[in-house]
């Protein structure tokens, strides 16, 4: 159990049966009372709420295992990960992965978040490898301060890059920001 005051962004809680993950917080000072009013993400369902709690309340922090797994492959709607240590095959559907899918790559190494033997969570890396798949060309005299185009990459996401880059283009891309960092070959 930890208190209100113990309450972090990023901290997974156990709240009415479900585990959400603390998205912000704001304390609240009345006369008599303080208040916590907190901005919860539902981690199995996607959806966010906001609740306000006494700030004597106490809250079950969920404890959470992170282990290594590699990205195999998808089967429609299900996301195949295996475990490095053990070879087990576990699923995850695409709600459950979010914007998580516009970087995954067949034999890629994540790290997963588990709960309870459950997988919930995948943590990717800062940056990642894509291939280019689709852009216009590019002309002699292009700078990489000259304006950027849309690329598609090989995961199906378009992010703009410079007028350089072509189709068949390595580079490397920030997953916070979705945004190109550079080219690779």
């Known amino acids: 159990m930890i208190g209100s005051g113990e309450l972090r962004k990023g901290i997974t809680i156990e709240l009415y049966g479900k585990l959400y993950q603390v998205i912000s917080l704001q304390r609240i000072k009345m006369k008599r009372t303080a208040l916590v009013r907190l901005k919860l993400h539902d981690i199995q369902d996607g959806h966010t709420i906001e609740q306000t709690f006494q700030n004597t309340e106490k809250f079950v922090q969920a404890r959470l295992d992170y282990?290594?797994?590699?990205?195999?492959?998808n089967d429609g709607a299900l996301y195949y990960f295996m475990d490095e240590e053990t070879f087990e095959q576990m699923p995850l559907n695409s709600s459950q992965l979010g914007d998580t899918l516009n970087y995954l790559k067949e034999g890629m190494s994540?790290?997963?978040?588990?709960?309870?033997?459950?997988?919930i969570d995948v943590e990717l890396p800062i940056t990642v490898e894509l291939q280019v798949t689709e852009t216009d060309p590019g002309f002699k005299g292009d700078t990489a301060t000259a304006g950027n185009k849309p690329a598609k990459?090989?995961?199906?996401?378009?992010?703009?890059?410079?007028?350089?880059?072509?189709?068949?283009?390595?580079?490397?891309v920030d997953t916070r920001t979705g945004s190109y960092l550079e080219r690779i070959s």
């Open 153 to 172: 990459l090989e995961t199906g996401i378009t992010i703009q890059v410079p007028l350089f880059v072509n189709e068949g283009d390595v580079i490397k």
């Open 110 to 119: 994540l790290q997963v978040a588990s709960y309870k033997g459950k997988l």
């Open 67 to 73: 282990q290594s797994m590699q990205y195999l492959y």
